[in-house]
T-cell receptor
Framework: AQSVTQLGSHVSVSEGALVLLRCNYS??????LFWYVQYPNQGLQLLLKYTSAATLVKGINGFEAEFKKSETSFHLTKPSAHMSDAAEYFC????????????????FGQGTILTVHP | EAGVAQSPRYKIIEKRQSVAFWCNPISGHATLYWYQQILGQGPKLLIQ????????DSQLPKDRFSAERLKGVDSTLKIQPAKLEDSAVYLC???????????????FGPGTRLTVL
């Protein structure tokens, strides 16, 4: 079974500071990995995804993440936080080799709430 | 392209009452998902449809939850009777039909926030 663990349920940064949200995964095979963002009272929006191509993945709004197999990690970063980045972020994993009913199934972490201070 | 639509956006009911949620996926998306997101947790898949057929309902509490997707388009999720622990946001998502090994992004609706008193 696959799982993800997001370290830190709340992260607080100052505007302009580095954003680092941590995600570690557990999987018996190289997984597909995703970061989603959820703004208040909205659905989830895909920020970026790793699907076994380049290990450094760039997403929307200046975010990027690096797949590190040796560390089983997929941490999300942004060099300079903006007030509009305040939201909840979810890491998710999927098994690319899953067949039948399991294909495309996402398993989410518990989420990290990012607060950005002026 | 219109996104995934859900209604109602908010619902408050008493325990033991019934409630239904509606989802209209993105046009042409064959796969539809219902997730339950309890406060402080990530979304958990309840049921997955491919066209109008169920392909995964292993996490659906079938004694009280039911879902259908008539004609392979809109879907409804029903809870009868509701319990206090059903208070959550119910998210609907859709994606294109799988072709080969390519990954098809899931697009999420805004969700329905259910409060059971």
């Amino acid at each position: 079974a696959q799982s993800v663990t997001q370290l830190g349920s709340h992260v607080s940064v100052s505007e302009g500071a580095l954003v680092l949200l941590r995600c570690n995964y557990s999987s018996s095979v190289p997984p597909y990995l995703f970061w989603y963002v959820q703004y208040p009272n909205q659905g989830l929006q895909l920020l970026l995804k790793y699907t076994s191509a380049a290990t450094l993945v760039k997403g929307i709004n200046g975010f990027e993440a690096e797949f590190k197999k040796s560390e089983t990690s997929f941490h999300l970063t942004k060099p300079s936080a903006h007030m509009s980045d305040a939201a909840e972020y979810f890491c998710a994993v999927s098994d690319p080799n899953a067949g039948g009913t399991s294909y495309g199934k996402l398993t989410f972490g518990q989420g990290t709430i990012l607060t950005v201070h002026p | 392209e219109a996104g995934v639509a859900q209604s109602p956006r908010y619902k408050i009911i008493e325990k033991r009452q019934s409630v239904a949620f509606w989802c209209n996926p993105i046009s042409g998306h064959a796969t539809l998902y219902w997730y339950q997101q309890i406060l402080g947790q990530g979304p958990k898949l309840l049921i997955q449809f491919q066209n109008n057929g169920v392909v995964d309902d292993s996490q659906l509490p079938k004694d009280r939850f039911s879902a259908e997707r008539l004609k392979g388009v809109d879907s409804t999720l029903k809870i009868q009777p509701a319990k206090l622990e059903d208070s959550a946001v119910y998210l609907c998502a859709s994606s294109r039909k799988r072709e080969g090994k390519s990954y098809n992004e899931q697009f999420f609706g805004p969700g329905t926030r259910l409060t059971v008193l």
